[in-house]
């Protein structure tokens, strides 16, 4: 196994776990109950990112090759723009956490297009064959992933429930 087999599997991989970032930024910024038209437009927007993110991630899993390069890195670009706008829209109920967990992830997937882009403008042919993974590497990155996303999950939630007076609703269940 060579390192480019080891770490083929990781752009996919990141784009699951930035999908479901993007997906739940977005969905946060429809359900708060101060969210505008703009924050409500763009938790639509994002959610429908976060959802395109998660199935190119599956199909560049399946296939195993960087599917529809081009329109990928356009979505990268997008969703990065997305997820910093929504910081300015809706700042005290957007998750810094989440949006700096989903940009890292969005940039490994960003930048392993562009090069590949690249690389196969110099080569002048599209890559056609499938590529080898390692499952070893599957499983690094996604260990990797479920480190950078469980946390941005819960942050994402917890800055969604925020009440003005700076607390967060705990849920018990002992009847009280």
Not at 136 to 147: C, E, F, N, P, Q
Request: proline fraction near 4%; charged fraction near 10%; charge should be positive.
């Amino acid at each position: 196994m060579n390192a480019a087999t080891f770490v083929r599997s990781w752009p996919s991989v990141s784009a699951w776990g930035a999908g479901l970032i993007i997906a739940a930024l977005g969905a946060g910024a429809i359900v708060h109950a101060d969210s505008g038209v703009a924050a409500s437009g763009l938790g639509i927007g994002m959610v429908v990112l976060g959802l395109a993110s998660l199935a190119w991630g599956a199909a560049a899993l399946s296939t195993g090759r960087l599917v529809v390069p081009r329109a990928t890195l356009a979505g990268a670009l997008v969703a990065l723009v997305a997820t910093a706008a929504l910081m300015f829209v809706a700042p005290a109920h957007t998750s810094i956490i989440g949006v700096a967990a989903a940009s890292v992830l969005l940039v490994v997937v960003g930048a392993t297009v562009a090069v590949h882009l690249r690389r196969r403008r110099r080569a002048g042919s599209p890559e056609r064959t499938a590529q080898p993974i390692s499952v070893v590497g599957l499983l690094v990155a996604a260990a990797v992933i479920a480190v950078l996303v469980t946390p941005a999950l819960g942050a994402t939630q917890d800055a969604v429930l925020l009440r003005d007076d700076g607390t967060v609703p705990v849920v018990t269940h002992d009847g009280h």
